[in-house]
């Protein structure tokens, strides 16, 4: 790679979620360039194979220019300091000095923080929470992130670690999840989980005249998230009460979440939000139903982020102009 010993390297943000990584230069508008996306290999491999993906996708975004510096939001658990990934549910890291080392690999500067906390970091700096103080971001992918944002502030907890919502327990003994409990928010409300739910229902229909059965060719294992969205856009029962069902469980976690915080603002991104009011407006009425006082107290509306599924790679750039 280049290293730019000048301040006009481009930025580039990284979004490591549990399936891909996705890299792009971003100006300080949040103008996103060409995506370059690589396949995550998973979490029984070695981190090598992981960092070669990452390295790939860098070079594509670049596209040859010189590099200013590279933030990185990765989903898992990152110290406070921003040094290591202690924990990724669905990726190799364990205890891992993964800036250090990917900045050696690179010779460029490299920060790295949450990839929850990095799309509110866009979304507070540039996007649809601007004008808000008090925020609660809620990022579905393959899992569920979140950041906390008050007065302004993000916080990132004693440990780096605060705003795991996904891995709350919402079911006890329920449905096993990667990071090895049960009953995680992110069985029941995720882009795993409203393919699981889509993927059950076309077994059990035996019909073979829906729409989602069409894209997938008649085999349920093909089934994709952009497919649940693209049968449900087209009115297909199935999709569309796999948006019900999980938007029901995202306003459910989320009016746990507004019973502890209080904020003024719910921003949703992730590659789910792209469904819009697909997935929000069964989560805002499962909000209002579930939100105790809701009678009395001002409820936080939900909001889809200006920056949807690139919410992160945003707001890794923007956190990596802060080091060059």
Known sequence: MTASGTDD?????????????????VAADGEVGPLARRSTPGRRVEVSLVEDALTEAIQEAAGGQPIAAVGIGAAGFVDAAGERVMFAPHLPWRDDPTRSRLEARWQVPVV???????AARAEIALGAAKDASDVLMVTMGTGIGGAVVLGGTLLRGRNGMAGEFGHMQVVPDGRGCECGGEGCWEQYSSGNALVRYARGRIIQSYAGTTLLEELTGGKPAALTGPMVTEAAHGGDRIALDAFDEVGVWLGVGIANLVAAFDPELVVIGGGVSSAGDLLLDPARAALEQSLVGAKHRVIPPIVRGRFGPESGIVGAATLARTVH
Do not use: E, M, P, S
């Open 112 to 118: 790295l923080d949450n990839d929850a906390n990095c």
């Open 9 to 25: 390297g481009v930025h580039i943000g990284v979004d490591i979620g549990g399936t891909k990584v996705i890299a792009a230069t």
